[in-house]
Structures are given as C-alpha cells and as structure tokens.
C-alpha cells in the first residue's frame, strides 16, 4: 500500500486519502516513515505522546529529549508557534514556551481583572497548539528548502523529501477543521517548487472536502482507502470532492459483519464514519450522535467515542464484547431504517 502511494507520487505532489478509523491510516503513515526516517517528517496520534500535562503546576511539558523539542529550539520558533495557535484559535490565549525545561504555560493576558495565568486549555485547544508546533516546524522547513543550499540557514532539512500528515483535526470544530484544512493547501502550495511532496489522510468528510477542493491540480490524488474481507486492502481513486459515495461500500461491509456474526472495532469505527457523513450531508447541527435513535443510543455513543479515540486502534486489533455487539446490531438496523438506507 505504501508503495502504491510512493509510485504515484512519482508524478503529483500531493496525496490526499480518505479512510475511516482502524482502517489502517496510522498503520500507513508510521510505515512511511520508517521507510525513511531522516526524509521524512510525520505527524500522527503519537506526536501527541510528545506532550504531556502536569496538573499540579498546570503546564503542558514537552519531552526536551524529542526530535520536535530540539527543532523549535534550534530553529528559535518559538514565535512562529504562537502565531500559529492563535491564528486557528484566537489571541485571547497567550503559551508562554520555556525552552530550558519543555514547560509551556498558557493564561490569558487582557491587562485587567480578566486576566489569568496557569489556565489548563481544553482538548480541542491542545490539539491545536500540538498541530501548531509541528505545522511551524514544517512551514519553516518550506521556507529554508526554498533557498539555494548555500544560503540556507541550516542543513537540518536538506535530506527532507516527504511530510506525512495523518488527521491533525482530533478534537476540534468544524470552524478550525476548515482553518486547517486552507493553511495546510497553502503549504502545499508554498512547497510545490521543491523537491517535497505531502502525504495526507484523514477519517474527516469536512477536512477532505476543503482539502480536496484547495488542491484540485492536475499534480494531485486523491484516495479511498478501504479493507474488505475478500479484496483486502484497497486504494480506490477519488474523483469528485466529498468521499460521501464510500457509504454504500460501509454499509454493504457492515451488513455482511453482522450476517456473518464476525463484528470487530474497526466495524464499529467504519458504522462512526457513516453516521458523520451523514450528519453532515443532513445538516444535523448537534453532530453524528443525533443520529443514534435506538434503545442502546446511549451504549454505542459510548463506545463509538472510546474506539475512535484509542490511538492504538489503528494498529491492534481487539475482541469486542457480545453486548457491544448487539448494541451494534440494534443500533446500525435503526439507523437503515430510520433515515431510509435502501440497497438497490
């Protein structure tokens, strides 16, 4: 798979994959990378083990011994970081980087009453700020790669060929997804010049549809990436803006799941994918939960929520529960019925 991707690489700058949680994403980008470590530059779940809150002093430490870590020291960014965060957030959140200890403090800084230090900033708002540490890094590789070699301030990049970005938007709003979404197109078109190409995947409609439609050239792919239990692993190309066509593919794996009595997580996540997009395409304001309308709704919000988010998901498999999985079953034949999925 990884090679499919490298080869048409060969002649595009961009690729761009769309495939739900536990499908393989992660399992794809960190492959990438161990292909090439020194060429290539990853963003994943696992940038965010780089991070971790103290609760008692209220700072997000970042390990000084990471790769991450010694980049925006070198390159001095921490500036670049915060321009960056308060960009796709708001300048009412100031970090404050210490550069000796990994700290990173965050308050809020009106010179009044309203001021605070040592706030504890949400989920949504950390996903940002880990984002906004690795796009800085990853913009100011553009920049340097984009001099000639002998003025280039540092050699740190010179061996830098692919960035792999694998679902930057964990967590965060429609509104900072598409903020994402344009600066990172930007970035792309920054680095089109260069000898840099982009791999990037996401289980997110909304992301892909901005992404899609930022990138639309002739140089660029786009994908489905999908596992069935006949084919495989497959990368299908994607030609038109929203991946939401993919559902009858879901629904048919899913049926035949429940058929065979063989459910497992990835089936779980694969049955969350369907329900944003459909969320999505509804204009279902309160999100894909709304959707849930059966006697275990509140059961398989729960466990929808727990797989998406287990970083480890991509990589190992588990046996699920027999009450999960008849929750499954009541909730994904609810959901046919009630919003009217028939198979022609």
């Known amino acids: 798979m990884a090679e499919e991707v490298l080869q048409g690489l060969a002649d595009s700058r961009t690729a761009l994959i769309y495939a739900p949680n536990t499908i393989g994403k992660t399992r794809l980008a960190q492959h990438l990378k161990e292909r090439d470590h020194e060429g290539v530059a990853l963003y994943n779940s696992f940038v965010e083990d780089v991070f971790n809150w103290d609760n008692e002093r ?26 960056n965060f308060q960009s796709f957030t708001s300048d009412r959140i100031e970090p404050r980087i210490d550069f000796e200890s990994g700290d990173i403090s965050f308050g809020i800084h009106k010179g009044d009453d309203d001021s605070a230090d040592g706030i504890k900033i949400s989920r949504a708002e950390e996903s940002i700020f880990v984002w906004s540490v690795y796009y ?7 920049e340097t790669l984009s001099d000639s070699p002998d003025r280039r301030s540092t050699a740190a990049y010179d061996q830098l060929t692919l960035a792999v ?72 190309r994607q030609p038109r803006d929203s991946p939401f066509s993919y559902h009858l593919g879901i629904i048919d794996d899913l049926q035949g799941a429940i058929s065979a009595n063989s459910i497992e997580r990835v089936h779980f996540n694969q049955f969350r994918a369907l329900l944003e997009k459909t969320a999505n395409f509804l204009g279902y304001t309160g999100g894909w ?25 991509d990589i190992d498999s588990a046996d699920v529960v027999e009450e999960y999985k008849e929750a499954f079953r009541s909730e994904f034949q609810e959901f046919l019925k009630t919003f009217r999925w028939a198979r022609q």
């Open 165 to 236: 970005v694998d679902d930057p938007v964990s967590s965060m709003d429609d509104s900072r997804i598409v903020s994402v979404a344009l600066a990172l197109a930007e970035l792309t078109r920054r680095a089109s010049k260069l000898d840099l190409k982009f791999v990037i995947s996401t289980h997110h409609a909304l992301f892909f549809n901005v992404l899609f439609n930022s990138l639309r050239r002739k140089d660029n792919l786009s994908y489905v990436l999908a596992r069935g239990p006949a084919a495989g692993w497959t990368l299908a």
């Open 136 to 142: 800085s890094v990853l913009s100011e590789a553009v």
């Open 289 to 313: 939960g709304d959707l849930l309308v059966g006697p275990d709704a509140a059961l398989m919000t729960k466990i929808l929520n727990l797989y998406s988010h287990d970083r480890f998901a």
């Open 58 to 83: 209220v700072v997000l430490k970042m390990d000084p011994e990471s790769e991450l870590f010694e980049s925006i020291v070198t390159q001095g960014l921490d500036g670049a970081i915060i321009n």
